[in-house]
Nanobody, 119 residues
Framework: QVQLVESGGGLVQPGGSLRLSCTPS????????MGWYRQAPGKQRELVAT???????NYADSVKGRFTISRDSDKNMVYLQMNSLKPEDTALYYC?????????????WGQGTQVTVSS
């Protein structure tokens, strides 16, 4: 069984920075696209950033220039560096990964890590 383990959330003041990390536990044959999504109270889950196996990235307009997604394929890690945080970035952040196992390939989700931006 594969689980995505997230870390790095917390409380930060506006203008501050946080770095989120995520790695899958369990065995896998290959990991394709990885990404981060977020869901604020009363809102739908939305894409924050994704990164392909080859390193191509995609960002939501609201985070461009402030957030950076990266991955370490050797360690099966994906990171989200968040700078210049705003109160509207407050949300539960979810890691997502497209993972190939021996008999199946599917999307996996983490349980979420809370990011709160407040003074």
């Amino acid at each position: 069984q594969v689980q995505l383990v997230e870390s790095g959330g917390g409380l930060v003041q506006p203008g501050g920075s946080l770095r989120l990390s995520c790695t899958p536990s369990g065995s896998s044959t290959a990991i394709y696209d990885m990404g981060w999504y977020r869901q604020a109270p009363g809102k739908q889950r939305e894409l924050v950033a994704t990164i392909t196996r080859g390193g191509s990235t995609n960002y939501a307009d609201s985070v461009k220039g402030r957030f950076t997604i990266s991955r370490d394929s050797d360690k099966n890690m994906v990171y989200l560096q968040m700078n210049s945080l705003k109160p509207e970035d407050t949300a539960l952040y979810y890691c997502n990964a497209d993972i190939q196992r021996i008999l199946s390939r599917k999307q996996y989700w983490g349980q979420g890590t809370q990011v709160t931006v407040s003074s």
